[in-house]
């Protein structure tokens, strides 16, 4: 039996449950860095074949009758990092980078509740790579990294003493307000030191075993 953590590769092809739906498999897209569910399409044979081959996420549209890849008109194409099939072999997750706003309607998902799950957090490392491009003296990341590690080390500290100082003299929304400080300079402190947050999980997996 293969090994479904694997991501899958032309040679499995074949393998995939395509005759239960006339040919077609259910793919949902997942933003390989947040974890949100993006769209929703349908891949045919030669569609996975060509997501798996250039890298970029192709789809079967059911209306137009033709291979489509996502983003030939909008240029907001999704950029593929691995594709898994479910425990059926009937339907796909397509795990990739976004480039640019998913949904026809201009905004990041096609599916409600944007943001509001823990992995926005990948997203707001995304916003201080932005700043830190941009540059800037009105942009106080971009000023954080400019002065450099100690800097951040002394921000990081005063936010870690106001949560310390919130547990104990505010309530759950004061404490929300003071480890959101603390997970932003955090966030700088990544993009400073060149890591995120799936190192960060990764090492938590390994301590517990998961």
Not at 9 to 27: F, S
Not at 68 to 96: F, I, M, P, Y
Not at 105 to 113: A, E, K, N, W
Not at 121 to 139: H, K, M, P, Y
Request: aromatic share 6%; hydrophobic share 40%; charged share 25%.
């Amino acid at each position: 039996m293969r090994d479904r953590n694997a991501p899958l590769t032309e040679a499995d092809i074949a393998g995939l449950a395509w005759d239960k739906m006339g040919g077609l498999l259910p793919a949902a897209a997942q933003d390989a860095a947040t974890g949100e569910l993006l769209m929703l399409g349908y891949m045919d044979r030669e569609a996975l074949a060509a997501t798996l081959s250039t890298g970029f996420a192709t789809f079967f549209s059911r209306s137009k009758g033709r291979l489509w890849q996502k983003g030939e008109t909008s240029g907001n194409r999704l950029r593929v990092t691995s594709v898994h099939e479910d425990c059926d072999a009937d339907a796909l997750l397509v795990r990739a980078d976004p480039e640019g706003p998913i949904c026809h309607l201009g905004t990041r998902s096609c599916f409600g509740g944007e943001g509001e799950g823990p992995g926005w957090l990948a997203q707001l490392s995304r916003v201080i790579v932005d700043r830190a491009a941009a540059g800037g003296e009105t942009s106080y990341t971009a000023r954080l990294l400019a002065e450099g590690p100690e800097r951040i080390a002394q921000k990081i500290g005063e936010e870690g003493v106001e949560v310390a100082l919130a547990t104990v003299t505010r309530d759950a929304a004061g404490c929300a307000e003071e480890v959101a400080d603390l997970l932003y300079h955090i966030a700088v402190l990544m993009q400073a030191k060149g890591f995120g947050w799936t190192d960060v999980i990764r090492v938590l997996r390994t301590r517990h075993g998961a």
